[in-house]
């Protein structure tokens, strides 16, 4: 029984190979379904990580001295200086240098 059942199997799988291209409306059912998951690939993974990214340089751009920002190793301080790719901050008396990429949120603005 197994046997027959294997022999229906390559005769079903021989048909399929032997079936020959009918142009294009072969090519078109093959690639459109890969049209639909490439669109929604870049719907839904690729442009909110455009989007957030965005708002993270914008956000980064609108810090001056005076703020108070964490940065992503979990640091919080107060902005004290800027250069073109570095922020200097104060974190309770001692000054360090951190690059602008490092800053993970701005949590508060100017005091006083």
């Known amino acids: 029984m197994e046997a027959e059942a294997l022999t229906h199997f390559g005769m079903y799988v021989g048909v399929l190979f032997a079936q020959e291209s009918t142009g294009g409306s072969s090519a078109i059912a093959f690639l459109f379904?890969?049209?639909?998951?490439?669109?929604?690939f870049y719907v839904l993974l690729i442009l909110p990580q455009r989007r957030r990214a965005k708002r993270m340089d914008q956000m980064r751009s609108d810090i001056t001295v005076g703020d108070e920002v964490r940065t992503i190793g979990g640091i919080?301080?107060?902005?004290?200086?800027?250069?073109?790719?570095?922020?200097?901050?104060?974190?309770?008396?001692?000054?360090?240098?951190?690059v602008k990429r490092a800053i993970a949120e701005k949590l508060g603005g100017h005091e006083g």
């Open 33 to 40: 379904p890969l049209a639909i998951m490439g669109g929604l």
């Open 76 to 98: 919080l301080g107060t902005v004290v200086g800027e250069k073109e790719d570095e922020f200097t901050i104060d974190i309770g008396g001692q000054n360090i240098r951190i």
